[in-house]
């Protein structure tokens, strides 16, 4: 389009490029607002991360004194042991009551 305007006539160039500079800054502000828009509705999900990362490894640096991994490992790891010794116990259950019938 910038060239068929200038073929039309040679002294639009200045007049292209000021127009040009202005769209470029309105797609500028455009994109921006919609950054910014979507931050607002789904930044709240790189909070949760961030605030994870920063739990399990503050100031960049894993630090024991005030959090690692192993909190959240001994969080779930009772309830994790106690699901296998059920199950291990049903299996067990149900592999002898399967040797009784055989018999």
Known sequence: ?????????????????????????????????????????????????????NSLKPLDAPQERIWNIMYFFKQIWSRILQN???KSAIFISKQAANCQTLK
């Open 1 to 53: 389009m910038r060239q068929e305007a200038l073929e039309v006539e040679p002294n639009f160039e200045q007049l292209l490029d000021k127009n040009a500079k202005f769209i470029e800054d309105q797609l500028q502000f455009v994109y921006q607002k919609v950054a910014q828009r979507v931050e607002e509705k789904e930044g709240y999900i790189l909070r949760d991360f961030e605030r994870i990362e």
């Open 84 to 86: 296998v010794q059920k």
